[in-house]
């Protein structure tokens, strides 16, 4: 018996936003908005069955609209975001059905997400429980404030960059993030979410994941999606 992997493109929540009070997955990226990149992504991994894309509800309509003119069909429900990670992550868990094992949790402010990233944490997640994009971080690595030196981080070639996506158990999700708000803690991260849990994260080594930060970073992620073949 297969079992279901489904990808959760977190759109919503405390968004960061550009200058002109766009929030980041909306904005244009070549011909298309920034989120829909990460869809075109999981439209190409077969180990992905289904999507679940949170968005705020005032973009739910021009957002369908998106799905539909790009023709994502895997996409099986727009959800109204909260603000706020963890409420949002309750809402979309919401229509997550009961036979779907797996969740690939992205943020699509990564917009180069390779197809074969998205299989890797899956299949991860499949034989040890989670997985996780992450990039190891070669030679020294120091911390500084304002550019000054501050101290040497221990570890070596043993530090890692954490990178989107991540594959967890929707049954670890659910718990981290029950419908019921008494009962609901206020995790950041899902990262937080499960190391509460006592899962242990296992790490997926991927290409350096691109994040979109601000106005300057827009040129940059389009030449990063040409250079991998994605625009």
């Not at 959760?8 to 990149?37: T, W």
Request: charged share 20%; net charge positive; aromatic share 6%.
């Amino acid at each position: 018996m297969r079992h279901l992997a489904w990808a959760l493109v977190m759109a919503s929540g405390k968004a960061e936003k550009l200058s002109a009070g766009v929030e980041i997955p909306f904005l244009y990226l070549n011909d298309r908005p920034v989120f829909a990149h990460s869809l075109a992504a999981f439209m190409q991994c077969p180990d992905i069955d289904g999507i679940v894309l949170s968005v705020p509800r005032e973009r739910a309509e021009s957002v369908l609209g998106v799905v539909q003119l790009c023709g994502f069909s895997k996409v099986r429900k727009i959800v109204a975001g909260k603000p706020g990670h963890a409420p949002s992550m309750a809402a979309a868990l919401a229509h997550v059905p009961d036979d779907v094992e797996w969740l690939c949790v992205h943020d699509p402010a990564h917009p180069v997400l390779l197809p074969d990233t998205v299989a890797a944490t899956v299949r991860s997640a499949r034989r040890h429980g989670s997985g996780i994009a992450a990039t190891p971080i070669p030679g020294r690595v120091v911390a500084a404030q304002k550019g000054a030196y501050v101290s040497e981080c221990a570890g070596g070639d043993s530090l890692w960059s954490l990178a989107s996506p991540q594959t967890w158990s929707v049954a670890s999700l659910r718990q981290a993030y029950p419908a019921s708000t008494k009962e609901r803690q206020r995790f950041s991260t899902d990262w937080d979410a499960m190391l509460a849990q006592g899962i242990t994260p296992r790490l997926v080594e991927a290409p350096p994941s691109f994040r979109i930060r601000g106005p300057a970073d827009l040129e940059p992620a389009l030449a990063e999606l040409r250079r991998a073949g994605l625009a």
